[in-house]
């Protein structure tokens, strides 16, 4: 797969039709449940089903991840859960990275006791790792990488390529990277998911989710599925989320710079004892990232030496960064991870982790970054 046209225009302007729209500079929104019988040779007939607002933002989020179609849905566990149904078939098996988004393994864990179906849970950074757990019933392949937690990276050419000779299918949640910055489709992969509500929403104003591919059989099969179950995006929401696209690869150019000077500070910062930042020169899978992602966007944790409970307290320090559980929105956040034995134990070994600690995330905003390393550094002169 490629990318036909450069990011920048897709978000701009692809799908733009001014004569349909009274030269209107932005699409009106068909908020509407029905579309009169008469009138169905256009194709809607209810907005369950398809709706042109949720259509426009299908199109351009599957021509940015360089897909032939896109299916939106009421939210990105929504998405991912859309995924994994269309491959829960009886006495399936589903490989799955550790350090996924938490819902996935809840999911996964949920299903596995609820239906004949199992899944094996891996670390990922090995491609022969995945090898080895592949079975003769093993349908899906599901990555996230950058994955949760620690941002830890999966060779997206080689497993889908160790799938494709197994008739196995991919699919990865991008939300991290977001598509400016990796198009998994263009490694082989099958399916892309997005959360909406981190960097493509980019407001913190919205919930939604997407799940793009390039097999127009399966697409047909995803659109099928969410008139089934129902979890649709809401045009006014849908209309949020192409505004938003809008501005997508100029936000993402401020949350990498941004974020490549905070990680840079914080690397060598006496109170941080590590960044996980994919980023930086020295996480461990930095040539991997170099070879599939064109950026970084803002995400990263940290560790450092203090205790849970003296670390909450220096999170109240903070003027810049509130606390707060989600991320890639304009504004810097910050949250305690619960961080413990069992991660460190998850943890690749190549990622040093040593004496006890918590890990922070840090979601770097649009805000002056020398005010938001100020920040920072006065918070964590407060730790021991
Ligand atoms: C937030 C998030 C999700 C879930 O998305 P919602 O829109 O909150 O349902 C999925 N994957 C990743 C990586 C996320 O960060």
């Not at 910050?334 to 190549?350: R, S, V, Y």
Request: hydrophobic share 40%; net charge negative.
């Amino acid at each position: 797969m490629k990318k036909h046209l450069a990011s920048e225009d897709i978000c701009t302007h692809l799908g733009d039709e001014y004569d349909r729209y009274l030269g209107a500079i932005i699409p009106p929104i068909f908020q509407n449940t029905l579309f009169t019988h008469k009138h169905t040779d256009h194709g809607y007939a209810y907005s369950r089903i398809s709706n042109p607002t949720i259509e426009l933002a299908e199109k351009k989020l599957a021509a940015l991840e360089a897909g032939n179609w896109a299916v939106c849905y009421s939210s990105g566990v929504a998405a991912i859960s859309a995924v994994i149904a269309y491959f829960a078939a009886n006495e399936s098996h589903i490989i799955c990275i550790k350090n996924t988004y938490g819902r996935v393994n809840q999911l996964l864990e949920h299903y596995s006791r609820k239906f004949q179906i199992s899944t094996t849970f891996v670390e990922g950074n090995d491609p022969a790792e995945i090898k080895a757990a592949i079975r003769p019933e093993t349908k899906l392949i599901y990555l996230e990488s950058p994955s949760s937690l620690v941002y830890q990276m999966q060779d997206l050419e080689a497993i889908a390529c160790i799938a494709k000779s197994h008739d196995i299918y991919t699919a990865i949640d991008n939300t991290w990277a977001s598509p400016i910055f990796q198009n998994p489709l263009c490694f082989g992969i099958d399916l892309v998911i997005h959360s909406l509500s981190k960097y493509i929403g980019g407001h913190s104003d919205l919930i939604g989710g997407v799940v793009i591919g390039a097999d127009m059989e399966m697409g047909t099969g995803f659109h099928e599925e969410r008139a089934m179950f129902g979890a649709v995006m809401d045009p006014h929401l849908s209309w949020m989320v192409t505004r938003s696209i809008r501005t997508l690869p100029v936000r993402m150019k401020q949350h990498q710079e941004n974020a490549l000077r905070v990680a840079s500070f914080l690397e060598g910062h006496p109170k941080v004892s590590q960044v996980f930042y994919p980023g930086l020169a020295s996480h461990p899978q930095y040539e991997l990232g170099l070879k599939q992602m064109s950026g970084y966007s803002g995400v990263m944790s940290i560790a450092v030496s203090g205790e849970p409970e003296q670390v909450a307290k220096m999170l109240k320090q903070l003027q810049y960064f509130e606390v707060g559980s989600s991320w890639g929105g304009f504004e810097s956040l910050i949250a305690l991870l619960p961080f413990n034995e069992k991660l460190a134990g998850e943890m690749n070994e190549t990622i040093s982790v040593s004496a006890p600690k918590s890990l922070l995330r840090i979601s770097v905003g649009l805000e002056n970054v020398q005010s938001l390393i100020n920040d920072l550094d006065r918070a964590l002169h407060t730790l021991d």
